[in-house]
């Protein structure tokens, strides 16, 4: 009498399917679901590095004296991807990288041009811009608009500055 052999059971394949494929679309939920607030949050919460920093629909009006400092995209906003823009007011006590789609606000200079894959356009695509000193002078871009008051002393040459040499301006208050 010989001993019956023992059978080995496997899973169906549907079901060691199903488990898999259940598992991936969980996780694929809370990817999505992750990924969706945390575009929404975006859009409408502040940015704690500064309470001046905030995320707005390209279809809203630029707010007065801020600047586009990043481009993005939401569901939240209409139209296209990218749709909307990072935005921040400038500091007035150091520099500020704003993307070149947006305005030099009054009383800003140019100190250098730079690139940033959040800003759109071609490099270079960034300006960096700050308030001229008060007492002294400040080597500006030539490029560079120069605030109401302030007179050119100088000119001069940087790699930081667009065109060809000499491509600064040093400006003071008379």
Do not use: D, H
Request: glycine share 10%.
């Amino acid at each position: 009498m010989t001993r019956p052999e023992r059978v080995r059971r496997l899973p169906r394949r549907s079901q060691t399917g199903g488990r898999v494929a259940k598992a991936l679309r969980r996780l694929g939920a809370v990817t999505v679901a992750a990924i969706t607030l945390g575009i929404i949050s975006a859009v409408t919460v502040a940015t704690p590095a500064s309470a001046a920093t905030t995320t707005i629909c390209k279809s809203s009006p630029m707010p007065a004296g801020y600047v586009i400092i990043a481009e993005g995209s939401s569901i939240s906003c209409p139209g296209s991807f990218p749709n909307t823009w990072t935005i921040t007011t400038p500091s007035t006590t150091g520099t500020t990288v704003m993307c070149k789609v947006s305005a030099v606000p009054s009383g800003f200079v140019i100190i250098a041009e730079g690139s940033s894959i959040s800003c759109p356009g071609s490099f270079p695509n960034t300006w960096t811009i700050r308030t001229p000193a008060a007492s002294g002078t400040t080597v500006i871009c030539s490029v560079s608009p120069i605030p109401p008051g302030y007179v050119v002393v100088g000119t001069g040459s940087s790699i930081s500055c667009p065109g060809s040499f000499p491509n600064t301006r040093t400006i003071r208050l008379p």
